[in-house]
C-alpha cells in the first residue's frame, strides 16, 4: 500500500474528544489532513486540537451537538470558512448510557434484581439510540452535501463489535450500533453515483473513558466482565487503539476505491468465536 496522502483534504470527526477519535485525528494529521473536530464537550476536542498543532498538524476543535441540526449547520458554517469544503467525514459520536443498562444478564425467574429489562428506563434507551443513531444520520445529512461529485470523498462510520454480536445488560447500545451498520450500507449504496464511498470499523474491546469501570474496578483490577471478555477473545487481551489505524488508514485512502458498504470488526477475533 502506497503512503497514506490526506494533503490540503479537510476531515470532519465527530466525538473527536474521545480516546478512539482523539487518536484516529492524531494518527491522519501525520498524513496532512485539515483536521475539523467536532464535540459536544469543547475542551476535550480543543485538547486534542492543541495536541496535533504542537506537532505540526492543522486541527480546529468545534463545539457541536450531533443531535441538533442547528449545531451541525453552524459548524458546518465555520468549517468551510475556516478550513474548506469538506472531504471525509467520521462519524464517531456514541457511547451507551447506565439507564439502558441492566444489571443480570439473563431474566431467570425467581431471581431478584436491581435492574431488570423491565426496569429500563425509556427515555435511557431513546438517548443511547439518538445518540448513536441520529448522531451518524444528521451529520451525513449536514456534511455530505460538500462531497457530492467530488474525487476522493469518503465516510467511515464507527460500529462496534456489538452490531454482529449483541453483549449481555446493554441491549439498546447493541442494537443502535447495529443500526449504524445497516445505515452504512444503506448509504453506500445512496451515494455510489455521487462518487462518495461509505464503511464503518466496528471495534472490539478497547479501554477507554467510557467503559474503564465496567473493565477495572477501584484498585485497577480485572473485573468479572474482564475475564469473561478475554476468555472469549482468541488474542486474549484488549485492542490498543493503534491497532484500528491500519483498517482506518486503507478505508480512506484512494487504493480503497472500489471498497464501500463494508464493517470491518477490529476485535481480537471476538465475534469470529463460538465459544467451543
Not at 464501500?260 to 477490529?266: A, D
Request: hydrophobic share 45%; net charge negative; glycine share 10%.
Amino acid at each position: 500500500m502506497a503512503e497514506l496522502d490526506l494533503k490540503n483534504k479537510v476531515v470532519v470527526i465527530t466525538g473527536a474528544g474521545g480516546v478512539i477519535c482523539g487518536g484516529i485525528a492524531g494518527e491522519l494529521a501525520k498524513y496532512g489532513a485539515k483536521l475539523a473536530l467536532l464535540d459536544i464537550n469543547e475542551d476535550a476536542a480543543a485538547s486534542v486540537a492543541n495536541k496535533i498543532n504542537a506537532n505540526g498538524g492543522v486541527a480546529k476543535a468545534y463545539k457541536c451537538n450531533v443531535l441538533e441540526r442547528a449545531s451541525l449547520a453552524g459548524a458546518h458554517k465555520k468549517i468551510n470558512e475556516e478550513l474548506g469544503k469538506i472531504d471525509i467525514l467520521i462519524n464517531g459520536a456514541g457511547g451507551n448510557n447506565p439507564k439502558a443498562t441492566t444489571s443480570n444478564e439473563y431474566c431467570v425467574p425467581g431471581e431478584e434484581c436491581e435492574k431488570d429489562f423491565f426496569k429500563l428506563d425509556e427515555a435511557g434507551v431513546r438517548f443511547v439510540f439518538d445518540l448513536n443513531f441520529l448522531g451518524t444520520f444528521l451529520p451525513s445529512q449536514e456534511f455530505l452535501k460538500d462531497m457530492i461529485g467530488r474525487e476522493g470523498c469518503s465516510v467511515l462510520n464507527i460500529s462496534s463489535m456489538n452490531a454482529f454480536t449483541p453483549l449481555t445488560k446493554i441491549p439498546a447500545y447493541s442494537g443502535a450500533k447495529a443500526a449504524v451498520s445497516n445505515f452504512t450500507e444503506w448509504l453506500a449504496v445512496h451515494f455510489a453515483p455521487a462518487k462518495i464511498r461509505v464503511n464503518a470499523i466496528a471495534p472490539g474491546f478497547f479501554v477507554t473513558n467510557q467503559n474503564r469501570d465496567l473493565l477495572y474496578d477501584a484498585n485497577g483490577d480485572p473485573t468479572p466482565r474482564t475475564g469473561k471478555i478475554l476468555a472469549a477473545t482468541p488474542m486474549k487481551r484488549f485492542g490498543e487503539i493503534e491497532e484500528l489505524f491500519g483498517a482506518v488508514k486503507l478505508l480512506l485512502s484512494d487504493e480503497a476505491s472500489f471498497i464501500t458498504g463494508v464493517v470491518i470488526p477490529i476485535d481480537g477475533g471476538f465475534n469470529a468465536y463460538s465459544g467451543v
